[in-house]
């Protein structure tokens, strides 16, 4: 697995319903950009969705913000997002996570468990850590089989000749 990663994103944003579908169109963006197939779009989109709703009505009892990172490397992309405002050391927080139990009946599972259930289930590995609010690390593998091997799958613009 390779460990560099080419790009990071970030956004901050208000905890609330309208945003959501700005977080849904940024990573189907991103990961259109870097060459997921269109199944894995739809997953992490609806992943993410959750993720988000889950900040929105639990997070806070009035207004908030909900930090969202987009981590990229060659063959994955990680995508955390946390409640509480919280800005975060990526480092601090992968030692922090833990996983989460798909295989524990989901009345077993936090508020909002059956969205962490679904997120697990999208995406191909999934932690979180909830010490001081959720920080939700959600990782999707880029299958190189489906990606054409003579295509950048991070690529700058080329003026055509």
């Given amino acids: 697995m390779s460990q560099q990663e080419f790009d990071h994103i970030q956004m901050s944003i208000p905890a609330k319903p309208e945003y959501v579908g700005v977080v849904r169109l940024t990573v189907s963006g ?3 950009r870097i060459g997921f197939s269109y199944d894995d779009i739809e997953d992490m989109k609806i992943a993410v969705a959750e993720a988000c709703t889950n900040v929105v009505n639990h997070a806070y009892q009035d207004e908030g913000t909900m930090n969202v990172s987009f981590f990229l490397y060659e063959d994955r992309m990680e995508i955390i997002i946390a409640d509480r405002g919280q800005s975060f050391d990526v ?12 295989n524990k009946p989901i009345v077993d599972l936090k508020e909002g468990g059956l969205g962490l259930f679904l997120i697990s289930t999208l995406m191909d590995k999934v932690e979180i850590n909830d010490e001081s609010g959720i920080v939700l690390m959600m990782t999707k593998f880029l299958r190189g089989d489906e990606v054409e091997h003579h295509v950048d799958r991070i690529t700058t613009a080329q003026p055509k000749q």
Wanted: proline share 7%.
């Fill in 30 to 32: 991103i990961a259109n």
């Fill in 91 to 102: 480092d601090t927080i992968r030692n922090n996570l833990g996983p989460i139990d798909s």
